[in-house]
C-alpha cells in the first residue's frame, strides 16, 4: 500500500513557475514508476509526465514538453513537477500516481488506468 500527498499548487500568473511536490509513504517508493495527471473541470484526466522507478526514463505530454520536469528522489520518498512557463490552460487538478513495477524497464505509462495509486490532488490555477 502507497499513500500519495500532492502540496506546492496555486495561483500564478501565466508565464509563471510552480513546483509540485509528491510524498509517498511506504519502505518500497523506489519499486514504483511516478506520474503526474492533470483534471480541469468538463475534461477527462490526463497525462502530464511520467519517471521510471530507475529515474533512467522520463515521459511527457506533448502539451508541457519544454516547460515541464519530473524528477524523484528515492531517499525522500518524493517526486517532482517543476512547471514553467505556465498557461492558463495548464490550469487544473494535478494527482500524482503510483504504479507498481517487479522489474526495471526503459518505457512509463501514460495511461491512467495503469497506476495503482493516486493522491487526492493540488488545485494548479494559472491566470491571464
Known amino acids: 500500500q502507497v499513500q500519495l500527498v500532492e502540496s506546492g499548487g496555486g495561483l500564478v500568473q501565466a508565464g509563471g513557475s510552480l513546483r509540485l511536490s509528491c510524498a509517498a509513504s511506504?519502505?518500497?517508493?523506489?519499486?514504483?514508476?511516478m506520474g503526474w495527471f492533470r483534471q480541469a473541470p468538463g475534461k477527462e484526466r490526463e497525462f502530464v509526465a511520467a519517471?521510471?522507478?530507475?529515474?533512467?526514463?522520463?515521459r511527457y505530454a506533448d502539451s508541457v514538453k519544454g516547460r515541464v520536469t519530473i524528477s524523484r528522489d528515492n531517499a525522500k520518498n518524493t517526486v517532482y513537477l517543476q512547471m514553467n512557463s505556465l498557461k492558463p490552460e495548464d490550469t487544473a487538478i494535478y494527482y500524482c500516481?503510483?504504479?507498481?513495477?517487479?522489474?526495471?524497464?526503459?518505457?512509463?505509462?501514460?495511461?491512467?488506468?495503469?497506476?495503482?495509486?493516486w493522491g487526492q490532488g493540488t488545485q494548479v490555477t494559472v491566470s491571464s
Open positions: 511506504g519502505r518500497t517508493f523506489s519499486s514504483y514508476d
Open positions: 500516481s503510483a504504479k507498481y513495477r517487479i522489474y526495471y524497464s526503459n518505457d512509463v505509462s501514460a495511461a491512467p488506468s495503469e497506476y495503482d495509486y
Open positions: 519517471i521510471s522507478r530507475s529515474t533512467m526514463t522520463t
